[in-house]
């Protein structure tokens, strides 16, 4: 079977969940501990043998590009001051990986959003990784969701168990287990009621995608709400009696799609750097809870 080595990573919504602090900057690049929270998803996709990131950006996300670029004029300073490791780390980010750029046009959902980056995949299965889903796990969720496709030739959603009473926010499953964690699919069901989930394993937006489901996305039309997306093409394909199969994964999901969900990934991920982790855990110890 052939070795997946590109990624699609959408990044072109507007993060109106973080205005003011996303009025001039991509959410992407608000910073968790010392890196962009974008860089971390990068990095996990580079360490399970992806070797082309390709963005879907939108307005207002050149940082995104210039970060994953040399900069010349860092480069120089930093030399210039006799910071070399820091001249090695912003180096080190540039050749992460072969880096390609997608605009999306409109806001037309998920789902048009990979459509429109479809051209440079062409007939290749692809790992998918929406910018909000970070993992605190000893193997990442690109490596493990890679492994499950490499052992079934099938898409596969990436998926983590939440609380009931917040399945509503989700998509969510039906299946049967068919090994450790892992579910052939039977029905995906957009934002149910917590009253009619058949279960509370939910898509955490880390996917691979067979051409099958591209191919479906650029032909698709636009649902009831003028959005493409990917939820509708999962129904596509379990009409067609098309295989489908869910990854719950290990680890600790760090959902930084909201502020809260954003600070306790920083406390998390902050706790384990090992520059600020022991000084951090002293100042929580000491506040009044």
């Given at each position: 079977?052939?070795?997946?080595?590109?990624?699609?990573?959408?990044?072109?919504?507007?993060?109106?969940?973080?205005?003011?602090?996303?009025?001039?900057?991509?959410?992407?690049?608000?910073?968790?501990?010392?890196?962009?929270?974008?860089?971390?998803i990068?990095?996990?996709?580079?360490?399970?043998g992806?070797?082309?990131?390709?963005?879907?950006?939108g307005?207002?996300?050149?940082a995104?590009?210039?970060?994953?670029?040399?900069?010349?004029?860092?480069d120089?300073?930093l030399?210039?001051?006799?910071?070399?490791?820091?001249?090695?780390?912003?180096r080190?980010?540039a050749?992460?990986?072969?880096f390609?750029y997608?605009?999306?046009?409109?806001?037309l959902g998920d789902g048009?959003?990979?459509?429109?980056?479809?051209?440079?995949v062409?007939?290749?299965?692809?790992l998918?990784?929406?910018?909000d889903t970070?993992?605190?796990?000893?193997?990442?969720?690109a490596?493990?969701i890679?492994?499950?496709?490499?052992?079934?030739?099938?898409?596969?959603?990436g998926?983590?168990?939440?609380?009931?009473?917040?399945?509503?926010?989700?998509?969510?499953?039906?299946?049967?287990?068919?090994?450790?964690r892992?579910y052939?699919i039977?029905?995906?069901?957009?934002?149910?009621l917590?009253?009619?989930a058949?279960?509370?394993?939910?898509?955490?937006?880390?996917?691979v995608?067979?051409?099958?489901v591209?191919?479906?996305?650029?032909t698709?039309?636009?649902?009831?709400?003028?959005?493409?997306?990917?939820a509708?093409?999962?129904?596509?394909?379990?009409?067609?009696?098309?295989?489908?199969?869910?990854q719950?994964?290990?680890?600790?999901?760090?959902?930084t799609?909201?502020k809260?969900?954003f600070?306790?990934?920083?406390?998390?991920?902050?706790l384990?750097?090992?520059e600020?982790?022991p000084?951090?855990?002293?100042?929580?110890k000491?506040?009044?809870?």
């Amino acid at each position: 079977m052939r070795q997946i080595t590109k990624a699609i990573l959408p990044v072109a919504g507007f993060g109106t969940r973080f205005l003011p602090a996303t009025k001039a900057q991509p959410k992407e690049m608000l910073p968790i501990v010392d890196k962009p929270a974008i860089q971390y998803i990068v990095e996990d996709a580079v360490s399970a043998g992806i070797k082309e990131i390709i963005f879907v950006t939108g307005r207002g996300k050149r940082a995104i590009e210039d970060h994953f670029d040399y900069s010349f004029e860092l480069d120089k300073t930093l030399v210039e001051k006799n910071k070399l490791e820091l001249v090695k780390e912003v180096r080190r980010i540039a050749e992460l990986a072969k880096f390609s750029y997608v605009r999306q046009p409109l806001p037309l959902g998920d789902g048009h959003a990979l459509a429109c980056a479809a051209h440079l995949v062409y007939d290749e299965p692809v790992l998918v990784m929406f910018g909000d889903t970070l993992y605190d796990a000893k193997e990442g969720p690109a490596s493990q969701i890679l492994k499950t496709f490499a052992k079934y030739g099938d898409s596969v959603i990436g998926l983590s168990a939440v609380p009931r009473s917040e399945v509503s926010k989700f998509g969510v499953i039906d299946g049967a287990a068919v090994d450790e964690r892992i579910y052939e699919i039977k029905r995906f069901i957009e934002k149910p009621l917590p009253s009619e989930a058949p279960s509370n394993l939910v898509a955490v937006g880390v996917y691979v995608l067979t051409p099958e489901v591209l191919s479906w996305l650029t032909t698709m039309r636009p649902g009831p709400s003028g959005e493409l997306r990917l939820a509708d093409a999962f129904q596509q394909m379990l009409a067609h009696d098309r295989p489908l199969y869910g990854q719950e994964f290990n680890g600790t999901w760090l959902d930084t799609g909201d502020k809260l969900g954003f600070i306790k990934a920083t406390i998390q991920l902050g706790l384990k750097n090992k520059e600020i982790g022991p000084e951090l855990k002293k100042f929580i110890k000491t506040l009044s809870l």
